[in-house]
């Protein structure tokens, strides 16, 4: 979405204000399969002393895959979101700094560069999670499987050295 700015560009302590559900599609990564409840932005923009702020929330029920089990699990997305747009660039070490277009931000924009630099890289169902048996594929969380300990490495390499003859 874009908003228009033009309102509050040159008052000091103009504010405008924004709920809306941003598209997040192209922007989620692969383990993330949907949205249980929509993604939502809920924030404003204050022109303070003549630089305009923009602070808001952004939340969702995200469904997610598993990386370590495969089990879809829900994930309540609460993510902070602070930038300072300028209509041009004044400050080349600032990562919160937006470019206005003309009297516009794109809010969109501000926010999936947002989620993107806070995703997590990894995608866990529980920290804890114990992921699948490599030999027998059963999920570990739901209790242990039936077989017989972990083999080492060096273990693994004879058990195939004999298997091998
Ligand atoms: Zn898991
Ligand atoms: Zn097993």
């Given at each position: ?7 509050i ?17 192209g922007?989620y990564p ?5 949205e249980?409840?929509r ?10 002393a ?5 602070s ?7 469904r ?90 060096q ?11």
């Amino acid at each position: 979405m874009r908003i228009d700015l033009h309102e509050i560009i040159d008052v000091p302590g103009g504010r405008v204000a924004f709920d809306y559900e941003p598209d997040f599609s192209g922007v989620y990564p692969e383990a993330v399969l949907g949205e249980a409840e929509r993604v939502r932005a809920k924030g404003e923009i204050v022109n303070t002393a003549g630089v305009l702020t923009l602070s808001a929330e952004v939340t969702a029920r995200l469904r997610c895959l598993c990386d370590r089990c495969a089990s879809e699990y829900e994930y309540e997305l609460r993510l902070p979101v602070r930038a300072v747009l300028a209509e041009e660039q004044f400050d080349e070490e600032n990562s919160d700094l937006y470019l206005l277009d003309g009297d516009y931000a794109d809010l969109d924009e501000i926010i999936h560069t947002a989620y993107v630099l806070d995703m997590d890289t990894k995608f866990l169902c529980n920290e804890n999670c114990k992921g699948l048996c490599p030999k027998c594929g059963k999920n570990l969380n739901e209790g242990p499987c039936s077989c017989k300990g972990d083999i080492s490495p060096q273990l693994a390499v004879l058990q195939q050295l004999l298997t091998d003859k």
